[in-house]
């Protein structure tokens, strides 16, 4: 008893003196606002390496209402195109567009033909498009652009990418699209003809994703 009493009676005095050297403090034991900005900046940091660095879960098939809206117009051949967290740039309805990265393409979803034609176009012409049916995480149907850009760096080096947009302000808002969520894009054919189906996804804490 004499020992826990004893433990009581040093953790009390180490409160004391731990009010008493803050006393008059306006932090009143609280971090300094230096502390709480280094801690912000740092969490902000931890957030966008994990963006980059953190696994994609194994995606879920693609949802059954999506699975049925597709078969009843008559489509086909459903690939993965590509899931990915929506950043700033996605979202900002000053750039309408939703950046499609070649590096993080699933599998291939366009034909020898449609990859020529949209890489005849370069920065010195004007992009060339194609107009494709897109599936909206709500189901509605609209029609939207794809185009391929070279974004070039302040290094020299260019980075290629397709791109979503024309529309994709409206279906950004229709849908409530948000920074950080994670998205998927599936392609389908009808009668041969590329078509899109954005999905919304939600993580679980199992590590997978359901539909959101």
Known sequence: MDVVDGEMKIEKEYDQGFRVEHEGDDHQGRLPESSKIKKKKQKMATRCDQRYTTPTPTPLDLPIKFKKRIRDLGGSDIALVIQKCLFKTDVSSGHNRLS??????????????????????????????????????????DTISLRKWEMKKASGSATSMYVLVGKWNSVAWRNALREDETVQLWSFRINSKLCLALVKRRAKSNGYFIEF
């Not at 366009?110 to 189901?139: A, D, H, R």
Request: with cysteine; proline share 7%.
């Open 100 to 141: 499609i990265p070649l590096n993080q393409i699933r599998q291939t979803f366009l034909t020898p033909q449609e990859t020529e034609f949209l890489n005849s176009g370069n920065n010195e012409k004007k992009c060339l498009e194609m107009k494709v049916m897109l599936i909206e995480p709500s189901l509605r149907r």
